[in-house]
């Protein structure tokens, strides 16, 4: 997108040429694994909306675009904003009121942060368009979720954040994350994109709560068995300690290519240290004890983002000449 914009600038030739007629070289990498329930059409998407409507000048508004995005991926549409967002569903029959408005900026709550823990980067079984067809189709729950459950959390979620309340935030994402999937497997054939791994981590948050004395974390997930932990950063760093006891990385898997250890978690070589300050938590691990190595196969730490943005020339995916400098063998 950069180099478009300098040599729209520059050079005159091209500058004549009416932009209905570019030719647009589209070059797209994700950092983490693609189609397994990770939202990473939703970013890809919101990426290239953004860049195009950046490069054209469009006049539409950020929501305005978030229709076009919309269309390569249902979720893309939230990704076009930063911060919080909700995507409206609409009552006009063309669909042309479903779009994503912004909730409350990143800022508002600094100290909401998420980890998520990848159970598998395969591709999945079943996409989501295709799962989501079928449910719609054949699912006796999804009508009822639709008309009544969705709407009513949708408000809940709406207060939550705007009073930065916790507690409530995290039961409405686990109890959404919960119906969603058992709507998956009301489906027929039934649906299932958890696995063991999966339904482990959800246990894991409640015994954490329960040890907590609190609702201190919320675990969600999309159509796929990875888990998105969201917590506050008061409680993040004994998560990750509780989080990396019980699902310790494979002996091949490097310490960074795991976590990047803001927290010192890997301290100790065997992983067997715990460094928590509470007792509770530390009898927790030890309870639950250890799973299988590499049942988590990568732990992402991150927070709420701010959404699409134009990079220096300098990180463009794209050499001078044109061509992915990383591209796939």
């Not at 039934?190 to 609702?215: C, E, K, Q, W």
């Not at 799973?291 to 300098?314: K, N, Q």
Request: proline content about 6%.
């Amino acid at each position: 997108l950069r180099k478009a914009l300098e040599l729209r600038q520059q050079n005159d030739s091209i500058a004549t040429v009416p932009l209905s007629q570019w030719r647009i070289h589209v070059c797209s990498e994700n950092n983490f694994p693609t189609a397994a329930g990770l939202a990473s059409s939703a970013s890809g998407y919101a990426a290239l909306v953004s860049a195009l409507g950046t490069l054209y000048k469009l006049p539409q508004t950020t929501s305005e675009l978030s229709r076009v995005a919309r269309v390569g991926s249902g979720s893309a549409c939230r990704s076009m904003f930063g911060g919080f967002v909700a995507w409206q569903a609409g009552v006009a029959d063309d669909g042309n009121d479903s779009l994503a408005v912004q909730v409350a900026s990143r800022e508002h709550w600094p100290e909401l942060q998420a980890l998520i823990l990848v159970a598998s980067d395969k591709k999945k079984a079943i996409s989501s368009t295709a799962g989501m067809q079928t449910t719609v189709e054949t699912s006796a729950l999804f009508a009822e979720r639709v008309r009544t459950v969705v709407p009513q959390r949708m408000e809940g979620m709406k207060a939550a954040i705007a009073t930065r309340d916790f507690p409530r935030f995290a039961e409405i994402t686990m109890r959404d994350s919960n119906q969603f999937h058992a709507v998956c497997l009301d489906t027929y054939p039934p649906i299932s994109y958890m696995n063991d791994t999966s339904r482990a981590i959800a246990g894991l948050v409640h015994a954490f709560n329960t040890a907590r004395g609190r609702v201190a974390a919320a675990y969600t997930y999309d159509a796929g068995p990875n888990a998105v932990i969201y917590a506050l950063s008061a409680d993040m760093r004994d998560l990750v300690e509780l989080v990396t006891y019980c699902f310790p990385r494979e002996d091949c898997v490097l310490p960074e290519a795991f976590y990047p250890d803001p927290f010192s978690v890997f301290a100790s070589p065997d992983q067997a240290g715990l460094h928590l300050s509470d007792p509770a938590v530390v009898k927790l691990a030890e309870t639950i004890g250890k799973f299988p190595a590499g049942s988590v196969r990568r732990i992402i730490h991150t927070e709420v983002g701010d959404g699409p943005r134009v990079l220096p020339a300098s990180q463009s995916l794209l050499n001078d000449a044109g061509m992915p400098k990383r591209a796939r063998e």
